[in-house]
């Protein structure tokens, strides 16, 4: 197997030499479960050469139903290290690198990336990603699902503190909303990747309405404000 013939399909879409150029991309995501699971599988096989993954929990049971990179056999694993020997299973080209570690300590590493994707499923840690991304420069895809609805933004200027940052936990969920969700911020990482235009700072806000149509809404982000000297 050559990578010519395992990116067949994404050469036809945009060439070889900016799949080629995918090869030098290196991204974290932070989080390994749900819209963890969703991202990596998309990203982990379309040929970005290096993804890091970070995650300190373990498979339970009631994770599986929307974590698709899971069996019920990887119950009690380490979900980064799992989903990082799946990538590395279905994809010879990616390298895959887990970090059995909470956020605040991951960023200590002060590692850099092309992109930084949030997969996690809390306000506080997202803002400490925000925080990070703008301290070493880089970018990074925000995302959230709840119920039938979710928000995806791809952050550059604009100031995620915005959000009322509070430890919200969130309610019941089903695995096709997940999925949804993550397969739109793994698009809009890759197109960025790939060096296609992609429109930054600006929220999508998806949901299902009561007749059961999906309305997708945009909201402007404010930039943050330079401090006073």
């Keep these: ?32 479960g ?13 040929g970005i050469g290096e993804i890091h993954l970070v995650d300190f929990d373990i498979v339970s049971g009631h994770n599986i139903h929307r974590q698709i990179a899971f069996t019920l056999e990887d119950e009690g694993k380490n979900k980064a290290k799992t989903v990082a020997a799946l990538l590395e299973r279905k994809n010879p080209f990616v390298k895959a690198v887990a970090f059995d570690m909470r956020f605040e300590a991951f960023r200590e590493l ?17 803002g400490e990603i925000d925080r990070y991304a703008k301290e070493q420069g880089m970018p990074w895809v925000y995302a959230s699902v709840e119920e039938f609805n979710g928000q995806v933004c791809f952050f550059d200027k604009a100031d995620f503190q915005v959000f009322n940052i509070s430890d919200h936990k969130p309610g019941g ?35 299902f309405d009561e007749d059961g149509e999906l309305v997708t809404q945009k909201f402007g982000m404010p930039k943050k404000e330079p401090e006073a000297l």
């Design 110 to 126: 002060g590692n850099a990336y092309d992109l930084i994707l949030d997969a996690t499923d809390n306000l506080p840690v997202r």
């Design 34 to 46: 749900g819209l963890g699971s969703t991202l990596a599988m998309a990203l982990g096989t379309s």
């Design 173 to 207: 969920i089903a695995a096709p909303i997940v999925m949804h969700i993550g397969s739109l911020q793994a698009n809009l990482a890759l197109r960025y990747l790939a060096g296609l235009p992609v429109v930054k700072d600006k929220l999508y806000y998806l949901y």
């Design 1 to 32: 197997m050559t990578p010519e013939e395992y990116f067949n399909r994404q050469i036809q879409l945009w060439g070889e030499a900016t799949q080629k150029s995918l090869q030098h991309k290196k991204i974290a995501i932070i989080g390994s």
